[in-house]
Structures are given as C-alpha cells and as structure tokens.
C-alpha cells in the first residue's frame, strides 16, 4: 500500500525537474509544457471523489488493482512517448489510475490492521509518506534526469507497479461491496469544468486575453460549473455533498486552501525552470537545491500539532501565511543576476517554514464538526482541492508569465545580446507569475482572517484522539 501511494505522490512533483528536458524532448512551448502536470492533476483531483465511490461500491482492493494497473501502463506509454500529445494523453491517464488507487489505500491500510497499536502505528508510516513524498519527488526527479533520462522518470514506475500487483492478492483481503450510486454527471461536469477553465487561461498566456478560443472556453467552464452545481443539489448521492459548505469556518478553510495550493503548486513549476534555464543548474543540483524547502516543511509539520493545542488553529495559520506571502515577495525580485544564496535559498526556507504551520491546522479546520456519514466525502474534497488548486493556479499564473513575457518582448531593452534579452524576457515574466502568487497568498490569509473562527483549545490528548478517529473513518 505504501509503495502505491508513495508512486502516486512522487509522481505529482517528480516530472518537475525534468520539465526543461521535456521541452526540448518533444518541442512544447514555454506555455503547453504545463499541461505535463495539469494533464496528470486534473483528472486525478477531478475524479478523485469518484473513484472513492467506486471502491466503496465495486470492493476496495479490485479498485486498487484496476488504478495501479492503468498507472503502470499508462507510466510506460508516457516513458515511450515520441510526441507531445502522446505524453499527455499517457499523463492523463495517470491521473485516472491515481484517482482510482489513492482513495482505496488509506480505507486498505485500516481495514489491514486490527484497532490499536498496529493501526496507529501503520497510519504515522502512511502520513509520513503523504508528508514526505512530494518534496521527495523534486531530488528524486533531479538524480533521474541527470544520470538516466526524462523517460525514466516515468519508466520507473512500471517496476514498483508490476511488484504491488503482483503482492496486492497475497496480502490485501477485499473488502465488502456496499450499494450506492455512481454520481457520473457530477463527475463529468466538475472535471469538465475545471480543464475548460485552466485551458482559457493557458490559451490567453499564448494568444492573448482576445482569443475567441479562450473566451469561448471561459464560458463554456461557467455553463459547466453552473451545472455542476445543479447537478450536486438534485443528486440523490452527490459526489460532493453542498451541506459541507453550511460552516462558515469550513468553506473559508476550502477556499483558503485552493488559493494557498494554486500559487505554491506555480511557484514550484517556474522555481524549477528559473534554476535549470536561467541560472544553468543541473537537473540534479536543482533537486537538491529544493531540500531547504523539504526539510524545512517536513519539520514544521511535525511541530504543528504540538503548537496547536497552546496556540489555537487560526493564530497557527496566520503565523504561517507571513513567511509564505514573504517567500513570494522575495521571489518577485528575481532578474538573471539572481544568486542562489542571495535570492533562492532563503525564500525556499521561509516557504518551507510557512507552508509545514499552516497545512495541519488547516486540514483540521476542514475536517472540524463533519458528520460520521461525511467525513469520507470531507476527506475526499479537501485532497481534491488540493489538486485542482495547483492546476488551476498553475493555469492562471502561466496566463500571467505569458503576459508579462510579451510584453517585456515587445520592449527591449538597448545594448543586450540575444541570449541576454531572452533571459531577460524569461525571467521578466517568471517574476511577474511569484508577484501574483504573493497576491494569492495575500488572499489566502485574508480569507483565514475574515471567515475561520477560531475554535475553543482542545487538550491534546483530545485533539490526536480525535484526528486519528477521523482518519479512520475516513
């Protein structure tokens, strides 16, 4: 089970490094090359709730099997790939086996081990590797590149993937099928939706905010959306219960998230390229140059729950939001003079410090007052935000590189050489996309400030009670 989730999270930052390689692989432009991430976390963030639903239906392990299968294959098809739309129609459909697979493995993990010792002590190895995973992902991604190929980042999945499905039928019993109903137009609609909305904007980062095909896909998301929520009002089981939304503190913690989520998840795909293109780091030298970041965010993590029955969720989140929002104003300085020391590691470390407060008394907030009949779809919608925030935000802030890019082309500066004006555009527009995710994450904090209330302080024994009780549950 962990060996398939840690596949699954790896592959969602892992493809990072090798982004610049990919480029010049296949021959994306500085704009489409997004869809390599967006096409594995849209569907995977869209069809997440689903395929949790599929589980509890269909048998749990059978869905297990059926997504880890699709990854691997899917995996090796994109290793293979010879085109651009051939790599993303294999990351696409990454992203459906993901969505498959996750959701089973943590209700697998529980349903594996009796109450207890055991079952507390497997799910603190799972959530170290959800914690862990995707900071991994980044050096991971480096040392492959580096040392093998672009295509390996994805070759290497087909080997851990061939041995889960080989050990899955020894050791992983099926659960019980339970009767329900597949909510497929919700589904469809949300994920529909979402891609229309994230394809408008990377087509104006290219074309421009006047394209007929942007804005036609701009309206097409609204009618998408909108129907979606109707959709979700008259289904019988919706797949994304709109009671969730009744708190107050719990909708602003939803929202917070998506913001928070869309401008890390930008800052990470520009991070990686600024390192590589313009300050001519190796695939491997830019992976390590992540781990101040990893570091700093797996600590804080771990002293976050500690901190959070003295000092209370909404004063955490806040004293997390400052060096979040100060990491992405650091970064909207960067020009090609840029140094590493001078302009890098410290808002890498102080995004690291800000995320590992804010990420756990955020989730709390989400998860805080759910019925025991929701707390799966809570569960569920909170890891989906989490995805379709980073495509999204990833969508907006390539809309704003984009901009910025054309214009800084348009106005030239006088005595630059051309590799000194294209580092120049690029790195213009680089900066305008982290001035604009400072912007989301002054949003962020603003909706932490004006919609969650903040809670009464729970003794800690009581609060890890608690969490454990839900993560069980869910």
Not at 33 to 56: E, F, H, I, K, Q
Not at 77 to 102: H, K, Y
Not at 405 to 423: E, F, I, K, N
Not at 433 to 458: E, N, Q
Request: glycine content about 12%; hydrophobic content about 55%.
């Amino acid at each position: 089970m962990l060996s398939a989730q840690l596949m699954i999270i790896l592959d969602m930052t892992v493809v990072n490094i090798a982004l610049p390689h990919i480029q010049s692989g296949l021959h994306f432009s500085a704009t489409s090359l997004s869809w390599v991430l967006n096409g594995y976390t849209l569907t995977s963030g869209g069809l997440l709730l689903l395929g949790g639903r599929a589980g509890d239906i269909l048998g749990r392990r059978r869905m297990f099997i059926a997504g880890i299968g699709l990854f691997t294959l899917a995996s090796l098809a994109g290793g293979l790939s010879t085109t651009a739309g051939l790599l993303l129609a294999a990351r696409a459909l990454q992203g459906v086996g993901g969505a498959l697979a996750s959701p089973a493995v943590l209700a697998l993990i529980v349903t594996s081990f009796p109450e207890g010792r055991e079952r507390t002590r497997a799910l603190g190895i799972y959530m170290g590797v959800i914690t862990g995973g995707s900071s991994l992902g980044l050096v991971l991604g480096g040392v492959i590149t580096e040392w093998l190929s672009w295509r390996w980042v994805l070759f290497i999945n087909v080997p851990i993937g061939v041995a889960v499905l080989a050990v899955t039928p020894l050791f992983v019993g099926e659960t019980p099928r339970l009767p329900g109903r597949f909510d497929l137009a919700g589904a469809f609609t949300a994920t529909a939706g979402v891609t229309a909305l994230v394809y408008g904007f990377i087509r104006a980062a290219s074309s421009g905010w006047g394209d007929h095909v942007a804005l036609a896909a701009f309206g097409g998301a609204a009618v998408l959306l909108g129907l979606f929520v109707v959709t979700e009002t008259r289904a019988r089981q919706p797949i994304t219960p709109l009671r969730l939304f009744s708190d107050v503190s719990r909708t602003g913690s939803f929202l917070a998230r998506l913001l928070l989520i869309a401008g890390m998840f930008g800052v990470f795909f520009f991070l990686t390229q600024f390192l590589q293109k313009v300050m001519g780091f190796s695939p491997l030298r830019a992976g390590v140059a992540f781990l101040p970041m990893t570091i700093a965010l797996f600590g804080m993590s771990r002293l976050a729950p500690r901190l959070m029955p003295r000092v209370g969720t909404k004063p955490l989140m806040i004293a997390g939001m400052l060096p979040a929002i100060a990491s992405m104003a650091w970064l909207w300085r960067v020009t090609p003079a840029t140094g590493y020391w001078s302009g890098v590691f410290g808002p890498m470390l102080l995004l690291g410090l800000g995320m590992g407060l804010v990420f756990v008394p955020l989730t709390t907030t989400s998860l805080a007052g759910v019925p025991a009949a929701d707390s799966g779809a809570a569960s569920g919608l909170v890891n989906m935000l989490q995805l379709v925030g980073g495509a999204l935000g990833l969508g907006v802030l390539v809309a704003v590189y984009g901009t910025a890019s054309r214009h800084a082309a348009s106005h030239p500066l006088a005595g630059l050489t051309q590799p000194a004006a294209s580092q120049q555009v690029l790195t213009h527009g680089m900066a305008a996309a982290f001035g604009f995710a400072a912007i989301l994450d002054v949003c962020s904090l603003l909706v932490i400030v004006t919609l969650i209330r903040t809670p009464k302080p729970v003794p800690a024994s009581v609060s890890v009670r608690r969490t454990q009780e839900k993560a069980i549950t869910s």
